[in-house]
């Protein structure tokens, strides 16, 4: 094996594509910030038990697991940041009303997924923390929709549901079980759907076979509402939703929905949305409320937020072009010293040649030289 080899989809990001990311992230973060949103930088490793209680087990198989020297006990590689703003917010600020969190780092996982096909996303998102009510989800998805069309992406499509619809249909809760209808839902495949719920009573299994096919624009929600038992957690999801259609109704974007689509069943509580672009095998951005992620750390609070990984969403976009620097030539006469500061000061990238490097100088990606005329140091065309 050569030394040079990386591990299966773990993989460089080489300098064009690093800048894009940076770019994006620096913009994203100050987008985060005028909305009030806290930066935080939680460690890369932590005990086990922090990173996946309470998330579902499809976190658990994600996560790396290495023996902490010092103690003995299992530590965790942490496959997604979601759950350390959760323990953040209820272990380390204790705020009693609506904390607002936000972070952007690398997460390694065990099985490459996502745009970027990596096991190494680099993760992106927002969290709010403390508030109960669908106002939260919609502050939220505003977020994730503006953090969205500032990065360049276009013709949006948002996708919702809310497993709230679901759970009010449950009625075995054996894990197994839940396991395969979920799957089966999530395939709309109903004569299995029908097949798995043949002890339900008829209404039950009509509904949840109806969910296969109740995907659309919101007029699907009236056709629920007809379609779907009359309980009061079903009618409020359903007007939570509708709530939502109306308002995001200002923004650019297509909204949709699909009563069958349960990604991350496990840990949400309530509304999940997905966002979708033309040309885009997958999702840019998840999201959805938790309501019950923080009881793991010894405070359940109301939670609502979004994710997304950088990597995929600069793949899902049209490659800048990398900034172009202006060439200076090497010397350290003081005149030139201070025209290449004052360039760098104002924005620009300048490169300083070096001796010796002549026949390589293509190589720096140069468009401009700075140039003595007459005893004035200007940028010139190159």
């Known amino acids: 094996m050569r030394n040079w080899l990386l591990p299966e989809y773990i993989e460089d990001v080489l300098p064009a594509e690093a800048a894009q990311i940076e770019h994006l992230r620096r913009s994203l973060l100050d987008l985060f910030e005028v909305h009030g949103y806290q930066f935080v930088i939680p460690p890369m490793m932590e005990y086990l038990e922090s990173l996946i209680t309470g998330v579902g087990h499809d976190l658990d198989l994600a996560t790396f697991k290495v023996v902490d020297q010092l103690t003995g006990r299992l530590m965790g590689v942490r496959a997604d940041i979601t759950p350390q703003a959760a323990r953040i917010d209820a272990h380390m600020l204790n705020n009693q009303g609506v904390t607002r969190l936000c972070y952007a780092g690398s997460v390694l ?5 996502g745009l970027a096909q990596t096991r190494q996303p680099m993760q992106l998102g927002a969290e709010l923390f403390g508030h109960a009510g669908v106002e939260g989800d919609i502050e939220i998805q505003r977020l994730m929709i503006k953090t969205l069309q500032a990065s360049g992406v276009k013709a949006l499509q948002i996708d919702f549901n809310h497993v709230g619809i679901f759970d009010a249909l449950m009625k075995n809760t054996d894990p197994v079980f839940e396991k395969q209808l979920y799957q089966a839902l999530q395939s709309k495949d109903q004569t299995e759907v029908k097949a798995l719920t043949k002890d339900f009573d008829a209404v039950a299994r ?63 509580s309530g509304m999940v949305f997905a966002a979708y672009a033309q040309g885009c095998p997958g999702p840019l951005a998840l999201g959805g409320r938790y309501d019950e992620v923080g009881q793991a750390f010894g405070r359940a609070r109301p939670a609502a937020g979004f994710s997304l990984d950088l990597r995929g969403l600069v793949k899902a976009l049209p490659r800048s072009n990398v900034k172009q620097c202006i060439l200076a030539p090497y010397g350290n006469d003081d005149s030139l010293i201070k025209k290449i500061d004052e360039l760098r000061k104002s924005g620009e990238k300048v490169v300083q040649e070096l001796p010796g490097h002549e026949a390589y100088v293509d190589e720096l990606n140069f468009n401009r030289k700075l140039k003595n005329l007459d005893g004035v140091w200007q940028v010139i065309a190159a």
């Open 109 to 113: 996982r065990t099985n490459p997924d």
């Open 206 to 268: 009509d509904a949840l076979c109806a969910l296969t096919e109740l995907n659309g624009d919101v007029a699907i929600l009236a056709e629920a509402a007809k379609r779907l038992p009359k309980s009061p957690a079903i009618t409020k999801a359903l007007a939570e939703l509708l709530q939502v259609s109306n308002q995001l109704k200002d923004l650019d974007v297509g909204v949709s929905f699909d009563l069958a689509e349960l990604r991350g069943y496990h840990y949400h």
